[in-house]
């Protein structure tokens, strides 16, 4: 099995990953996709214009679930990872004595705090400015990116089949 890995680009590394086992197909390529993905999110960190900072701490990178990945056709055993802000955050109302006389208990609020501005940075409005900053970091980051892809996944794939027992 040794003998037969290659890699050649992104589309070698693909095919590579659709030849392993099961166990070893799944997370060399989410640690190699999350890779990827911070190196565009450090380069939109730097971009974005910075007031206080909050708005660069919220730009993550996610994995999408299940129903977004089979949305986006990325296959049974694909991965699709996402760099963008995070968007509101939901919390429930705790069991206090409080919450239970106004009955909202369970119930879900959206939390203050989050950047809900960062479209109008990115995009502009009638009366500002575009200040893009996702945008040109994944241009000028996107090769970079996908050479880290390639590299983790293949560290990643030797590691999970040096614990199988099988040697590169």
């Not at 996709?33 to 730097?46: L, P, Q, V, Y």
């Not at 990945?69 to 963008?84: C, I, L, N, Q, S």
């Not at 009638?126 to 980051?141: D, G, H, N, Q, V």
């Not at 390639?150 to 614990?163: F, G, M, Q």
Request: charged residues 30%.
């Amino acid at each position: 099995m040794a003998e037969e890995l290659q890699l050649h680009g992104l589309k070698g590394l693909l095919t590579t990953l659709r030849g392993l086992p099961d166990e070893v197909r799944g997370k060399p390529l989410r640690t190699g996709m999350r890779k990827g993905g911070n190196i565009i999110r450090d380069e939109a960190r730097n971009r974005v214009v910075k007031h206080s900072g909050f708005l660069a701490s919220e730009i993550v990178v996610r994995r999408a679930n299940a129903r977004n990945r089979r949305r986006a056709g990325v296959g049974k055993d694909g991965e699709y990872f996402t760099v963008g802000v995070r968007v509101g955050r939901k919390a429930k109302y705790s069991n206090t004595k409080r919450n239970q006389r106004l009955r909202r208990v369970g119930k879900v609020y959206e939390t203050t705090g989050w950047a809900h501005y960062w479209r109008h940075v990115e995009f502009g409005t009638k009366k500002m400015a575009a200040k893009p900053f996702l945008t040109p970091s994944a241009e000028a980051r996107g090769p970079q990116a996908a050479q880290a892809i390639i590299n983790e996944t293949w560290i990643a794939i030797t590691r999970a089949l040096k614990r199988k027992g099988w040697v590169l």
